[in-house]
């Protein structure tokens, strides 16, 4: 139980960084994600049964979700829409996408096929008892993307993105196209939810084109959870709350499901849990910015 | 350096909110120039820095950097070349970031790749220039920029943009929200950075007074025009009342911004 929590955790964790990268580093709230996540899943899901490389069909939906976030980016730039109607747009159109990528079907399976969790956990040869050794990989998994994502924020491109959701006049002033960086930043937020999307269907056993909803505001309620954890203008702690904000959101949903019969509570009820938990942490965080200022990066 | 050539500029075009905040305006300013701009709110001149910057095209005419025709060219593109500072502290740095990263950030224009240039040498050098300001920002490299306060901010900016080597430095009134005294010490750094680095400039002012004792050549800009343009002997004989009743003859009106009047002896 507490390793499905925190595999479930460290897997929406990527995505919760995603949304971190656009919500408030870009300042660039993207809806995106709702497609890109199932775009990830149906990507892996249809090479895995046409026994792709595994690796290689990650990297694939790792493009896939980064087309996607470019797209949005540029609908945003050129017609100069509002980025929440951009992302919506990428969104429906991703839907009709998803059902192509996986074959004109709404589901695919993956039962009996070899996937990267069936491949770790035949590597580890019983070491360990298998819940344990996807746990072990995706310990690993998240600590290299957080990693990676740390480093990318130190760069002097990534230091560019972080100034360009606080002051984007100061970013056009030296010389930096806003444009193009929206469309790296949108890209890589997205990316990453498709590589989650493609973990995701992997542990699942299965790709479906519903999977994608609510994922955003799941995403949004991670990061949210996880600014009440730490406190700081690191970017390398900024990215680490992201992902325990995750996990913590899915023991919270865990304990709904599970616990929430005493108040006649079904699992219907999730979705409204989870709005009223990002209702609950804007009011608390109005209240904490009054004594202090909020928003840091780095 | 940059010319404009016959520019206009109007908003609204064909709605009953017509305004022309530009009228047929033709200057050209030189390497080495310091040129200081006066008028009344809403004669143009913010308009003119946004048409310089590319921040919008302008309705009518060109503008031209070094033969160049710019007309056309994005902000961020002439941003390569050109300095500006505004009027509030907040714009010109990421109040988010910390020192050191806005300095990272600034230190060269135009897209930056994925190399990470901060390294001990690079805090050295930047820790170095700090010092010139003398705030004992140095010791503050690692805070946020938004514990800072707005004289500390502008004069950052100042420093920050001196250091990418601009060829063209606009200032939109960059003191006008500071209090006297900060804004005497960002107006001093301002004067020795323009020697220092000799940077070509132009400065818009509410300040008569500034006007008249800064730089090399005076614009008095009124209703969208240029009504007048004194440079070198000229420019140094002038003197506020002098200002004012050229002003009269040229336009037979009262110059009225009581703001351009108290400011007169500060």
């Known amino acids: 139980m507490i390793e499905g929590i925190l595999v479930e955790g460290l897997i929406y964790g990527i995505v919760s960084l995603g949304v971190f990268i656009t919500f408030r580093i870009l300042d660039f709230p993207d809806l995106t994600v709702d497609g890109s996540f199932p775009l990830g899943a149906a990507i892996m899901a249809i090479l895995i049964t046409n026994g792709a490389n595994l690796w290689l069909a990650l990297f694939i939906s790792l493009g896939g979700g980064v087309l996607a976030g470019v797209v949005t980016a540029v609908i945003h730039n050129k017609l100069k829409i509002p980025s929440l109607l951009a992302g919506i747009l990428t969104m429906t159109m991703l839907y009709s996408i ?4 996986l074959g004109n079907k709404a589901n695919l399976p ?6 990267i969790l069936t491949k770790v956990t035949s590597m580890a040869g019983g070491s360990m008892p298998d819940q344990y050794v996807v746990l072990v990989f995706f310990i690993i998994v998240a600590a290299v993307i957080l990693g990676i994502f740390i480093l ?7 230091l560019t993105l972080g100034a360009l959701g606080n002051n984007e006049q100061m970013v056009v002033s030296q010389g930096a196209n806003p444009e193009i960086l929206k469309m790296i930043g949108v ?15 992997q542990y699942q056993g299965f790709a479906d084109i519903s999977l994608g909803q609510g994922i955003i505001i799941s995403g949004l309620a991670s990061v949210m959870i996880g600014e009440f954890l730490i406190r700081s203008n690191r970017i390398g702690l900024l990215g680490l709350r992201a992902i325990l904000g995750s996990i913590l959101f899915k023991g919270i949903m865990y304990a709904g499901r599970y616990y929430g019969y005493y108040v006649h509570m079904t ?5 409204l849990i989870t709005g009223v938990l990002i209702i609950l942490s804007l009011v608390l965080t109005k209240f904490r910015s009054i004594r202090v200022k909020k928003r840091t990066f780095l | 350096m940059i010319r404009l050539q016959n520019v206009t500029k109007v908003f609204n075009e064909g709605t009953p909110n017509e305004t022309i905040a530009l009228r047929n305006i033709s200057l050209h300013v030189r390497d080495g120039d310091y040129i200081t701009i006066i008028g009344s709110n809403g004669a143009g001149k913010t308009t003119l820095f946004n048409l310089i910057t590319g921040t919008f095209p302008p309705t009518e005419g060109k503008i031209f950097v070094r033969d160049q025709n710019v007309t056309r060219h994005p902000e961020y593109r002439r941003a390569k070349y050109i300095g500006r500072i505004f009027q509030d502290p907040l714009l010109g740095t990421a109040s988010n970031m910390s020192l050191e990263h806005n300095m990272m950030i600034c230190y060269k224009k135009g897209f930056k790749g994925l ?7 690079m805090r050295g050098y930047f820790k170095q220039q700090l010092v010139q300001l003398e705030m004992g920002l140095e010791e503050r490299m690692k805070e946020n920029v938004m514990l800072l306060s707005g ?41 020795r950075f323009i020697g220092e680095y000799k940077l070509t400039t132009i400065m818009i002012t509410h300040n008569m007074s500034q006007a008249i004792a800064y730089g090399n050549r005076l614009l008095m800009m009124d209703s969208g025009e240029i009504i007048l343009d004194v440079e070198g002997k ?13 002003f009269h003859e040229i336009r037979h009106k009262t110059f009225e911004t009581d703001e351009v009047l108290l400011s007169g002896d500060a």
């Open chain 2, 115 to 121: 190399k990470i240039s901060l390294n001990h040498k």
């Open chain 1, 152 to 158: 990318f924020f130190h760069t002097d491109l990534g």
């Open chain 1, 110 to 115: 993956l039962l009996k096929q070899e996937t």
């Open chain 2, 234 to 246: 000229e420019k140094e004989r002038l003197t506020v009342e002098k200002l004012i009743k050229k």
């Open chain 1, 267 to 271: 699992p219907n009820d999730l979705k």
């Open chain 2, 151 to 191: 004289g500390q901010r502008q004069a950052l900016t100042l420093l920050m943009m001196v250091l990418s080597r601009p060829e063209l430095i606009l200032l939109d009134e960059h003191t006008a929200a500071l209090d006297p005294k900060n804004a005497q010490i960002v107006l001093d750094l301002t004067t």
């Open chain 1, 187 to 201: 890209g890589i937020s997205n990316g990453l939810v498709a590589v989650s999307g493609a973990f995701a269907a």
């Open chain 1, 98 to 101: 998803n059902i192509r990528v």
